[in-house]
């Protein structure tokens, strides 16, 4: 084989191993932040208060009610009255938690804008566009009413 050509299959399989090992690097980036943003969201609470402050309620990501809080003058309230402060407390509350998680991905998401997808690197590797659209496909399922 001839030297000229023996360089240029050397010079091309550098380029690529430095390819290859960026894409890596790439990988083993987004693989961080997607797992600390998967840590954030498992550990997402929000707090929301009734407008009177005699109801709190504590939802997590998915707006799913983790804790009532009622003050005593609440329990003296008319039981309807009540039902309808937990209730729209608690819709308030899920809706800023869907806030919050799309502020959350978006910022993920733009953080990835142009970087090489990485189910492209590793084979069922999860993509921030996966989970943006799980994301959305939950939200689009969700009416904003409160299971009780």
Same mark, same amino acid.
Do not use: C
């Given at each position: $084989?001839?030297?000229?050509?023996?360089?240029?299959?050397?010079?091309?399989?550098?380029?690529?191993?430095?390819?290859?090992?960026?894409?890596?690097?790439?990988?083993?980036?987004?693989?961080?932040?997607?797992?600390?943003?998967?840590?954030?969201?498992?550990?997402?609470?929000?707090? #929301?208060?009734?407008?009177?402050? $005699?109801?709190?309620?504590? #939802?997590?990501?998915?707006? #799913?009610?983790?804790?009532?809080?009622?003050?005593?003058?609440?329990?003296?309230?008319?039981?309807?009255?009540?039902?309808?402060?937990?209730?729209?407390?608690?819709?308030?509350?899920?809706?800023?938690?869907?806030?919050?998680?799309?502020?959350?991905?978006?910022?993920?998401?733009?953080?990835?804008?142009?970087?090489?997808?990485?189910?492209?690197?590793?084979?069922?590797?999860?993509?921030?566009?996966d989970i943006r659209?799980?994301?959305?496909?939950?939200?689009?399922?969700?009416?904003?009413? #409160?299971?009780?």
């Open positions: $084989m001839e030297r000229s050509h023996q360089e240029d299959l050397h010079s091309a399989g550098y380029g690529l191993r430095n390819q290859v090992d960026h894409l890596l690097d790439a990988y083993e980036q987004q693989q961080t932040r997607l797992d600390e943003v998967q840590r954030q969201l498992e550990t997402l609470r929000v707090p #929301v208060s009734s407008p009177d402050r $005699m109801v709190e309620v504590v #939802v997590d990501a998915q707006g #799913v009610l983790a804790d009532v809080a009622l003050t005593a003058a609440a329990l003296r309230r008319p039981l309807d009255e009540l039902g309808r402060s937990i209730t729209e407390t608690a819709q308030a509350a899920a809706q800023s938690a869907r806030q919050q998680v799309q502020t959350l991905l978006a910022t993920v998401t733009s953080e990835f804008d142009g970087a090489t997808a990485l189910s492209d690197i590793v084979e069922h590797a999860t993509d921030v566009g659209t799980r994301t959305e496909a939950g939200d689009s399922a969700d009416d904003g009413s #409160v299971d009780t």
